[in-house]
């Protein structure tokens, strides 16, 4: 595997107070990595002080000068991927949801050549996650899993899971086109039009150790309609043959 060259993509808005401990483990795994691995930290437009803190302690990173959302900064990855000749890309929270020991899992099948795209889940076999999410959000991903699989005939069970692989072919597709707003699920109808191979995998993810999510309950419903409407835009997306 010393021949292919990956790259982390980690989105991180206002996550000052984990960015250096999440850094601090990618760097310890990679040191018993036999292949290149390295990360890029996507400081989106902050507001605390994670520029400060990443300068400080020496993070790789770029700073985007507004906020794009999570969408748009994963995107500045794939670009950077592209154009640093990755051969895999790799998405991974900033907050500290995923472990950085279940990355075999998701680089596996594509180094095999077994799926351009893989996904790491807590919800089917091979993964150890004690943490699944509530409950309210476990029945939101199953509605949105049964509307993917309807639209695209992907079978995905933890559709936004942001623990996310890929190959150089899905590198260059993203970073011509990726969805801005609900990025995790809408992307699987832009894999579905490009006749992507889709793979999900088991891996261990933890609940959020600082920062706090985007999503609240006062917004879930309106993010389930908002969500499930681009979803069925998406499916319009002109198909590969």
């Not at 748009?72 to 670009?79: E, K, M």
């Not at 680089?107 to 699944?132: M, Q």
């Not at 088991?202 to 993010?223: A, H």
Request: charged share 25%.
């Amino acid at each position: 595997m010393t021949e292919f060259k990956i790259l982390l993509i980690i989105p991180a808005y206002n996550e000052s107070e984990g960015i250096v401990e999440v850094i601090k483990k990618v760097d310890e795994y990679r040191q018993g990595c036999k292949y290149v691995l390295d990360y890029l930290v996507i400081n989106d437009g902050s507001t605390d002080n994670e520029e400060e803190v990443l300068l400080a302690n020496n993070i790789h990173h770029v700073e985007l000068i507004q906020n794009l959302g999570i969408g748009g900064a994963v995107q500045t990855g794939y670009l950077y991927a592209l154009e640093n000749d990755y051969d895999i890309a790799v998405q991974f929270d900033g907050d500290g949801q995923h472990d950085i020991h279940s990355l075999l899992n998701l680089l596996e099948p594509i180094l095999n050549d077994e799926a351009d795209f893989t996904v790491g889940s807590r919800f089917v076999d091979g993964s150890i996650s004690d943490f699944k999410s509530t409950g309210a959000r476990q029945l939101g991903i199953k509605i949105l899993s049964s509307l993917i699989k309807w639209t695209s005939r992907i079978d995905i069970k933890d559709v936004t899971s942001g623990y996310r692989a890929c190959n150089r072919r899905v590198i260059e597709q993203f970073s011509k086109r990726y969805p801005k707003k609900y990025p995790e699920p809408e992307s699987y109808m832009h894999l579905f039009a490009k006749k992507v191979r889709v793979k999900e995998v088991g891996v261990q993810m933890f609940e959020r150790g600082t920062g706090k999510s985007s999503i609240n309950l006062v917004k879930s419903v309106g993010y389930m309609f908002d969500v499930s409407l681009s979803i069925l835009i998406a499916t319009f997306i002109g198909k590969e043959d």
